[in-house]
């Protein structure tokens, strides 16, 4: 919200200068974003154009001399506009522009120049605010030698307020001065509009068919005349950021900034009835808006008929068929509160927000929509030579009641540490223009309208806290001192991040949003994905369920630049529409192990990805991870290089190859994956250690082989030997896999390194032998495994 000085100063007695305005905002209501003169140029002063000649070596210059008051100045223009006879504005020797533009009496191609004639650009107003491409003609009552800042109320300051999203009050100048009001223990100085009401009756009707429609007020003014503003209206909108266009348009945004409350004006010649229905587009499926596009509707967008036909999408923009143009005569003028989600929705999918629409959405004050609409109808008396049909036209559902909320005083007290005054919190609500009762302790504040932010006992405190002083409130050290510490879960991701870094990984943070095409890439079966309402671009238009696409574009985007063995992970949140699952995830290329002097290098496998997983598995004391084969196939991994990972019954995750075809259409080489959930890691630990005797009596390995039938995993093989050879055998690995000649079909080999030990003994070779046999009988029993002869 851009304020202008001297606007707020009609408005509130301000005894403070624009710096002291602004640390009180930045103390006590909304930070300050900017603080700015409209116009910083200096030496200024208003010239008649006496005489306008060509100049004599040039074919654009023109050789003007010019009445300053004081003396007559000879000055070359180069703007095509200049004439003799006009008043303009002149900027001295000496003088210095925005740009830190210095004037200096020069020769221009041997004609002396003593000064400048300024555009409103060289003034330091932005083109956007004018459609002038030369010098600034000022108006014939122009006094020469006077300041034409001040003429033209460029001589103001403007302050530009940050604002949260619940001070949508602070949106209207009025609001504004409210506020100051209060902060300076001032009071404000409105008027109520006067309308002079003709005395034929207003015979427009209004309805609404719509739940979105809170109130809607229609007034006809009749008779006016389209011209330009007056100066002062013109820079008070420049000000608020608006560019002037006519004098029936620049009313109704005056009064938006002036009040809080948007409204629009309709050509009532172009409106085909005396009737105004809202209602919900339903069957109306394109809407053509001031801005002369075609807007495809949705049924749930809110619109204004004529009863025919719609002529305005509601709280967002106006349509075509009934803009005022030139030759408008008649009016009909509409102030109305729509809701605010519907506004927001409708003005974000058709890109048209505006300041009207982003009144909408902060919320309204209701008990201003007719305000807004006689001050317009008084504007278009004085500026336009309208006037205002007898009678409003209203349709009204809102409460426009004070809300009323009950603070005692120990509340605030125990919420601040301090304990305030009843005359304290009666002046705060004083300042603040709020009726109140007290009694028995408790105040009961009738919050007025134009404070929808207000609604429980703890916005009164801060409205009390923030009028009084923030200043006010002790500062108490702690009775003890506390130690920072972190909890298990924060300890547990440092720890993830630790090991993976000393394993050799770089860490990557990638977007949350993504292409729809890679948002479930990486799902096992189908689940839906979560989509932006409005994304800003379609490449990040969905929320990802897994990190893996987004690491595999980080790996890509590192190979292209001829990175070598580039190992990632990202420890971030996956999406779907349950909830949020915060996921550990890598990639693994290139080579795990090189040898520079044997020349040698290990690339990345299955086993050695695994063997990164297992030492993280290590490091959070995570035991007893089962491999299994999924039991729905995953798009992006090779269906036969790929396991999910499981303690106990919990998955934990999954570890992969990429699939050869999404490798070679991102031109990858081999790549192997991991996704880890983290909640389900935390779960899995064991963290808890166990001391145990080192075995003072040696070790003895024997190797065996069995076939077995090829569906029978390894892994369960391991398990079963380890069960019954407990407590004697203390180790099973699998360190070969075989199938070919000598191995019957639809069976494979499976060659085992077999530790066996005892802690009170040494082992001799008949007990092992026993043990072994022990083992092969289990293992016929629970798998089928054979000795291979």
Not at 258 to 273: I, R, S
Not at 310 to 334: C, Q, S, W
């Amino acid at each position: 919200m851009r304020v202008s000085l001297h606007w707020l100063r009609e408005l509130v007695d301000v005894d403070l200068d624009g710096p002291g305005l602004v640390k009180r905002f930045n103390l006590m209501s909304a930070e300050i974003e900017s603080h700015e003169k409209m116009s910083t140029a200096t030496k200024l002063t208003i010239g008649h154009v006496l005489t306008c000649i060509p100049h004599p070596d040039s074919d654009h210059l023109h050789v003007t001399t010019v009445d300053i008051g004081a003396q007559t100045l000879q000055i070359v223009c180069g703007a095509p506009n200049v004439a003799a006879g006009q008043k303009v504005v002149v900027a001295l020797e000496g003088a210095v522009l925005p740009g830190d533009f210095k004037i200096k009496n020069s020769q221009i191609r041997g004609v002396a120049s003593n000064g400048m004639i300024c555009s409103l650009d060289e003034l330091g107003i932005d083109h956007k605010y004018h459609q002038e491409d030369g010098i600034h003609v000022l108006p014939d009552y122009a006094v020469p030698g006077a300041d034409p800042l001040k003429l033209l109320c460029f001589d103001d300051e403007i302050i530009e307020l940050d604002l949260t999203p619940n001070r949508g009050d602070l949106l209207s100048m009025m609001g504004v001065a409210h506020d100051v009001a209060a902060m300076l223990d001032g009071k404000t100085t409105f008027s109520s509009p006067q309308v002079d009401e003709a005395a034929e009756a207003n015979p427009v009707r209004v309805a609404s068919q719509s739940e979105d429609c809170k109130s809607y007020y229609a007034r006809v003014i009749q008779g006016v005349k389209i011209a330009e503003s007056p100066i002062w209206m013109k820079a008070r909108l420049i000000a608020a950021g608006i560019r002037p266009i006519n004098n029936v348009v620049d009313i109704t945004n005056y009064v938006m900034i002036e009040t809080g409350q948007p409204l629009h004006a309709f050509d009532a010649d172009l409106v085909k009835t005396d009737r105004i229905v809202v209602r919900a587009a339903g069957a109306d499926a394109g809407f053509t808006t001031l801005d002369g596009k075609e807007r495809a509707l949705l049924p749930e967008d809110l619109v204004i008929t004529d009863g025919i036909r719609p002529i305005a999408l509601a709280g967002v923009m106006g349509g075509r068929d009934t803009e005022v143009g030139p030759d408008t005569k008649n009016i009909l003028l509409e102030s109305a509160v729509f809701d605010g989600i519907r506004i927001r929705k409708t003005s974000k999918r058709l890109d048209l927000r505006s300041e009207a629409s982003i009144r909408f959405e902060r919320g309204l004050d209701p008990a201003r929509t007719k305000l807004a609409c006689d001050r317009a109808a008084e504007l278009f008396a004085k500026l336009a030579g309208g006037r205002a049909l007898r009678g409003v036209s209203v349709y009204e559902s809102q409460n426009l009641a004070p809300l009323s909320v009950k603070l005692p005083i120990a509340k605030i007290a125990s919420v601040t540490g301090r304990a305030y005054e009843a005359a304290e919190l009666a002046d705060v609500w004083n300042r603040l223009d709020f009726a109140y009762d007290f009694a028995d302790g408790v105040f009961t504040v009738h919050v007025p309208t134009r404070r929808p932010d207000i609604k429980t006992y703890q916005d009164l405190i801060e409205e009390a806290v923030r009028i009084s002083g923030y200043q006010l409130i002790p500062t108490t050290l702690h009775a003890a001192a506390f130690n920072g510490y972190l909890t298990d879960v924060q300890k547990s991701r440092r720890l993830i991040r630790a090991t993976l870094v000393g394993l050799g990984l770089d860490e990557v943070v990638t977007y949350s949003l993504v292409p729809p095409g890679i948002a479930t890439a990486f799902d096992l079966g189908d689940r839906p994905a979560v989509r932006l309402l409005h994304p800003m671009t379609e490449e990040r238009s969905v929320l990802r369920h897994s990190l893996v696409p987004s690491i595999l574009d980080v790996l890509e985007y590192n190979l292209k630049r001829k990175a070598e063995n580039v190992r990632l992970f990202e420890i971030g949140n996956g999406y779907s529409l349950s909830g949020e699952t915060e996921l550990v995830s890598g990639v693994l290329s290139g080579n795990c192990q090189e040898s520079a002097w044997q020349g040698k290098a290990d690339p990345f496998d299955f086993f050695a990805a695994k063997g990164i997983l297992e030492a993280l598995f290590a490091a959070l004391s995570v035991k007893n991870v089962r491999y299994v084969k999924p039991a729905q196939t995953v798009a992006m991994l090779h269906p036969g290089v790929v396991a999910e990972l499981f303690v106990g019954a919990r998955r934990i995750g999954i570890l992969g190859k990429l699939h050869p075809n999404v490798a070679a259409a991102r031109d990858l080489p081999d790549v192997f994956v991991f996704e880890l959930t983290f909640a389900a890691l935390l779960a899995a630990a064991s963290p808890d250690l166990i001391m145990r005797e080192i075995a003072r009596f040696p070790a003895v390995r024997r190797d065996i082989a069995v076939v077995v039938d090829r569906a029978v995993e390894a892994q369960d093989i391991v398990a079963s030997l380890i069960k019954a050879g407990k407590p004697t055998l203390v180790d099973a690995a699998v360190f070969d896999l075989y199938e070919g000649e000598g191995v019957a079909s639809g069976k494979k080999s499976i060659a085992l390194a077999l530790t066996f030990q005892d802690f009170a003994k040494t082992l001799e070779t008949a007990e092992i032998d026993a043990l072994v046999a022990r083992l092969l009988k289990a293992l016929g029993r629970e798998t089928g495994a054979a000795l291979r002869s």
